[in-house]
DNA sequence: ATTAGCTGCTAATGCGCATTAGCAGTCAAG
DNA sequence: CTTGACTGCTAATGCGCATTAGCAGCTAAT
């Protein structure tokens, strides 16, 4: 059933001559066992373990002692699957380079659950097998979120989370400011009248971008429009938009906006010309649009970085719980202009 | 991070007054062995799990069991970096499918090395952990092929690798038929003088694009240049081209062929009025141009997915070793037309 | 000569579970 | 009243490792 059986320590033993404890002791002893064991006996066992290729199994390593360097990340979402490809690359990429600093290796658990439907405490749960665990996902499922942080398991969260029965540690970006500057440069720019285009779910990330669109516009400019739906046509946001009297348009996704843009240009528009488009996040892949919206940036790859080096404190120190918003620098962009006089 | 000390199963065990094999017999008892436990008893200690929330501890599980159910993956280049990204992403999407298919979990190595410098068996070397690994990259390490292929662990390269001392399994596209059916489907269109541009280094999947071409031009059509040296300007190219008399291109690197087509273009001539150009592969990133070249699909979703199912096979089965070429099905594209009589 | 201290190791134990061998009791058949 | 079969459970072991106690042999100091 199971493969070529693996190398254990007392076959390493063996072939050094030794006792299993000696390897053990060589491979990871306190400094002071380690002066204990002269320089000749260390060398014949590292011998043989280098031409044996033995590695500890990270199993019985963690039944043993409790950790074996490796994180875990989770995902709500299958991690490769080409739309989400672009979403989480960034964040494995800032995770990957912290992890090897760190001298971690990473252990992408699939979940149990097919597709959509994964689920952290599904099957056995083999969350465990790693020291501790990031996750990430646009949407989290509270209940598991709860279980996680009222557990001891170690875990950081990416992106801001609502407390679940106690603070959730993680690294988000800062959507509110983000947000609140973009619309406060647009109030600059003489916009008084705001439509925002996008969902409204209870996704923290979603609520954020509200919440700093809604504080901002208050005081100053005024929210005319909101549109919910995202599936309308183009066409129809669009005859929404002037209907409402907006010269600014806030867009959630960045698709809206290409695809109002794109609407906008058939009708003989221009932007900002005639009005001015925002994108409350970073484009994803810029290249698909010819436009360069005004927008902010989400530092994903900083995220990933921080995020893990957050968890590997939080592993290795116990350290309290820290909640870290990084600031989404503008995109200055090419679709916010003045604001146009509208009869 | 406080939290009372997880329950064991001896825990459970005292509180329904048995001892904790009977637990671990009514959690997960073979048939026959459940059936010496009567309904009374099963129910009680039911019951204490339930009312306590008790759940095995995976990592004590699968050290009972002996499989770690974790499947390496190492990339003998960083697999996130943004321009190796696009490379990876579809390989590790068919990976990350199939193995939670069968529910693996992935280990994603690091690497000792920073960068370039990567190699399996850099001491400190983690390969190991997992049950079996995938290899995947460009250019492999011969010596270090070989010594996997020698050594008992259980392991698939992505891509057609030439034997290490004995065969290597793999999972690889067959580049050379896709090569050959483009180079036929040209001589179809009236092609009869050839070019080949692109490196010719040893790697596997350069010298089956090679043999692929050399082996259809051979009979029928006639190769008039080959170009190596992939860094020389397209106007060179383009002048070495036209003064072989091809007439039609055969490039293995998209991005060559983008550069010749821009370069074509700007002296006014257009593809394939004026030249024929076919891309040995498939596009990576298609919408960084706008001319849909004339090329092959490679499979690379379903590479990693079948062979993570290959490697799981020889994990659990000691599989004999199997080599897989699938199939690389042409694309038609816009830059393959008939072939233009020349002076 | 005894003690104390050091060196170079190893035996033993436990992590939480799965699994197997087997014990004590009951009951029916011979 | 003995044997055998069955019932209802438990003790014991091992998975691969980390860790601790401690043993035997030696030297230096008292």
New interface residues.
């Given amino acids: ?4 059986k ?1 190398l254990t320590q007392h076959d390493i033993a063996k072939l050094a001559g030794v006792s299993q404890a000696t390897v053990s002791l060589v491979l990871n002893g306190a400094p002071t066992a380690l002066a204990r064991i002269p320089q000749e006996t260390r060398e014949r066992v590292q011998h043989v373990i ?1 031409t044996t ?3 500890a ?4 390593r ?2 043993a002692k409790g950790l074996n360097r ?1 994180l875990g990340v989770f995902t709500y979402e ?5 739309e989400q ?1 672009d979403f989480f ?1 960034p964040f ?2 800032g995770i ?1 380079e912290e ?2 600093a760190q001298n ?9 659950g ?1 597709g959509k439907d994964r689920k952290i405490f599904a099957d ?6 790693a020291d501790g665990c990031l996750v990430l996902g646009r949407e989290f499922d509270r209940a598991e979120l709860k279980r996680l942080v ?3 398991y ?1 875990f950081v969260a990416i992106g801001r989370r609502e407390d679940a029965g106690e603070p959730v540690p993680y690294v988000g970006g800062d959507y509110t400011s983000g947000t609140r500057a973009l619309v406060e440069k647009a109030r600059g720019l003489g916009h008084e009248k705001l439509a925002y285009i996008g969902p409204s779910g209870p996704a923290e990330s979603i609520a954020d971008r509200w919440n700093g669109f809604s504080a901002a516009a208050r005081d100053g400019a005024e929210p005319v429009l909101h549109i919910d739906a995202v599936d309308r046509p183009a066409g129809e946001i669009l005859d929404a938009l002037f209907a409402s009297g907006a010269t600014a348009a806030f867009f959630v996704e960045l698709a809206d906006a290409v695809r109002v843009e794109v609407a906008a240009r058939e009708r003989g528009l221009s932007l900002p010309g005639d009005f001015s488009a925002v994108v409350l996040g970073s484009h994803i892949r810029a ?2 649009s010819h436009v360069q919206f005004t927008s902010f940036n989400i530092p994903r790859e900083e995220m990933g970085r921080q995020a893990t080096a957050m968890l590997v404190r939080r592993i290795e120190g ?1 350290a309290p719980v820290e909640q870290i918003l990084l600031t989404c620098e503008p995109v200055e962009g090419e679709t916010l202009g003045p604001a146009k006089k509208r009869t």
């Fill in positions: 059933m199971a493969g070529p693996r280098r290729g033995y590695v199994d990270p199993i019985a963690r039944m490796i299958p991690a490769f699957p080409s490809a690359t494995l990429l990957e992890a090897q971690y290796d990473l252990l992408l658990l699939t979940g149990a097919v056995g749960n083999r969350l465990r097998i009222l557990g001891d170690p290249e698909r116990a």
